[in-house]
């Protein structure tokens, strides 16, 4: 299925970027603070949470993972565990609805991803996602030196040669 994960490409292009995750691990919503910014001091509201690390990241890519619901919803708990959230002296049922919940909360918000290509990379902003990707390199078509200069009526991209290609051929 198609996941989100850890990654440090694209680090830095905003001042307050950070990535304490490890690259590759799976990443999940984690709990926003109330009344925190976008770009607050905490960095909740733009960052993911990796599932092993446990920490935020700004930038995560999509990825194609052979993993199935049943593997998601036990990694889910082990994380959650592991983290602290649920505890085996809570009442086992309301562990049970609250691994589904995030589950369910993970699940929706890689599946947002299915129509964007493999290793795009993303940035969080509150409830936005965007891409986040280099506005220069080599043209997909011509080969030439190019930097990105707009959009065809098809959401193609126009590079300074003028050439349009996708943002699967730009990003590959
Ligand atoms: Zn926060
Ligand atoms: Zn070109």
């Known amino acids: 299925m198609r996941v ?14 950070f990535s304490f995750t490890n690259d590759g691990e799976l990443v999940r919503y984690g709990f926003d603070c109330d009344g925190e910014d976008v770009d607050g ?9 990796g599932f092993d690390s446990h920490k935020g990241t700004t930038t995560f890519c999509i990825a194609e993972m052979d993993i199935n619901l049943e593997q ?11 983290s602290g ?14 691994i589904a919940e995030i ?25 936005y996602f965007s891409p986040r990707i280099e506005k220069s390199g080599l043209c997909p078509i ?7 200069s707009g959009r065809t009526k098809d959401n193609r991209y126009i590079g300074s040669c003028q050439d349009a ?4 051929q730009w990003i590959a």
Request: charged content about 30%.
């Open 4 to 17: 989100l994960v850890a990654t440090t490409k694209q680090q830095g292009k905003r001042s307050n970027d």
């Open 41 to 49: 001091v905490c960095g909740c509201k733009r960052s993911l949470i």
């Open 72 to 82: 998601v919803t036990k990694l889910i708990e082990k994380s959650l565990k592991a």
């Open 85 to 98: 959230f649920i505890s085996p002296s809570d009442p086992e049922e309301e562990n049970k609805e609250f």
């Open 103 to 127: 589950v369910l909360e993970t699940l929706s918000l890689w599946k947002s991803f299915d129509q964007f290509p493999i290793g795009l990379v993303l940035e969080r902003r509150g409830v």
């Open 142 to 148: 011509c080969g030439e030196k190019i930097h990105l």
């Open 165 to 168: 290609f996708t943002l699967e």
